[in-house]
C-alpha cells in the first residue's frame, strides 16, 4: 500500500514562492501526481513525475526523489487565486495500477 | 474540460433509504471511479470500472455498490445509507490507467444522511 504525508496547512506572500512537500512510502511506484483543488471545487491535474528530477510549468514545478520518497510542488509568483488545497498522489506499480491521495495541503495566499 | 457530470450535486436523505448518484462522461474513457472526500482524510476510492459491466472494489467499498451497463455511466448505489456516508462523492475518469494518464474529475456531490 502507500502512505502520503503532506502539511496540512501553509501560508505565503501574494508575488512570493512556496514549496510543498509530499512524502511517501510504498510497496510499488509508476509515478506521482499534483491536482489543485479550489475549495468547493472538483481537483484539477497539475502536473506528473516518473523519473527523478524537476519538471516544470509555467509559474509551477514538481521535482520528484524516488530514492527518498520525496516530491516537492514549487509555485513562484503567487497570485491570490493559488489560494487552494494541494493534494499528491502516488500510482502504484500493481496490476491496475491504483493512485492514492494524500490528505491534502491547504495554501492560503494573503497580500 | 473533461466532459464529466454527476447528479444529484446536492442530496440530503434519511438513514436506512437507498441512494443512487449519477456519473455521466461524453469523453469515451474507459475507467471510471468513484471516490469519496472527507477532512482529514482526501480522496478515498470507493469503486472503479475499466470497461462496461467491468467492475472491482477500491479501499472503501463496504455498504456501495456500483453499476457500468454503458461506456458512459457509471451508477454508486448507498443500498441503506448511513450517517458515516455523509460526504462529497467524486465522480472521476481516465482514459488509460497507467503512466501519465491523469483523472479528471466532476463537480461532485455532496450527500447529507440524517
Known amino acids: 500500500g502507500q502512505n502520503i504525508d503532506q502539511p496540512t496547512e501553509m501560508t505565503a506572500t501574494e508575488g512570493a514562492i512556496v514549496q510543498i512537500n509530499c512524502t511517501y512510502q510504498?510497496?510499488?511506484?509508476?509515478?506521482l501526481f499534483w491536482y489543485q483543488q479550489h475549495a468547493g471545487e472538483a481537483p484539477t491535474f497539475l502536473s506528473y513525475?516518473?523519473?527523478?528530477g524537476l519538471e516544470e510549468k509555467g509559474r509551477f514545478s514538481s521535482f520528484l526523489s524516488r530514492s527518498k520518497g520525496y516530491s516537492y510542488l514549487l509555485l513562484k509568483e503567487l497570485q491570490m487565486k493559488d489560494s487552494a488545497s494541494y493534494l499528491c498522489?502516488?500510482?502504484?506499480?500493481?496490476?491496475?495500477?491504483?493512485?492514492?491521495f494524500g490528505t491534502g495541503t491547504k495554501l492560503q495566499v494573503i497580500p | 474540460d473533461a466532459g464529466i457530470t454527476q447528479s444529484p450535486r446536492h442530496k440530503v436523505t434519511e438513514t436506512g433509504t437507498p441512494v443512487t448518484l449519477r456519473c455521466h462522461q461524453t469523453?469515451?474513457?474507459?475507467?471510471m471511479y468513484w471516490y469519496r472526500q472527507d477532512p482529514g482524510h482526501g480522496l478515498r476510492l470507493i469503486h472503479y470500472s475499466y470497461g462496461v459491466k467491468d467492475t472491482d472494489k477500491g479501499e472503501v467499498s463496504d455498504g456501495y455498490s456500483v453499476s457500468r451497463s454503458k461506456t458512459e455511466d457509471f451508477l454508486l448505489t448507498l443500498e441503506s445509507a448511513t450517517s458515516s456516508q455523509t460526504s462529497v462523492y467524486f465522480c472521476?475518469?481516465?482514459?488509460?490507467?497507467?503512466?501519465?494518464?491523469?483523472?479528471?474529475f466532476g463537480p461532485g456531490t455532496r450527500l447529507t444522511v440524517l
Open positions: 513525475n516518473v523519473l527523478d
Open positions: 498522489a502516488v500510482r502504484d506499480s500493481g496490476g491496475y495500477q491504483k493512485v492514492t
Open positions: 469523453e469515451n474513457h474507459r475507467y
Open positions: 510504498t510497496s510499488g511506484f509508476n509515478g
Open positions: 472521476a475518469i481516465s482514459e488509460l490507467a497507467g503512466g501519465r494518464n491523469e483523472q479528471f
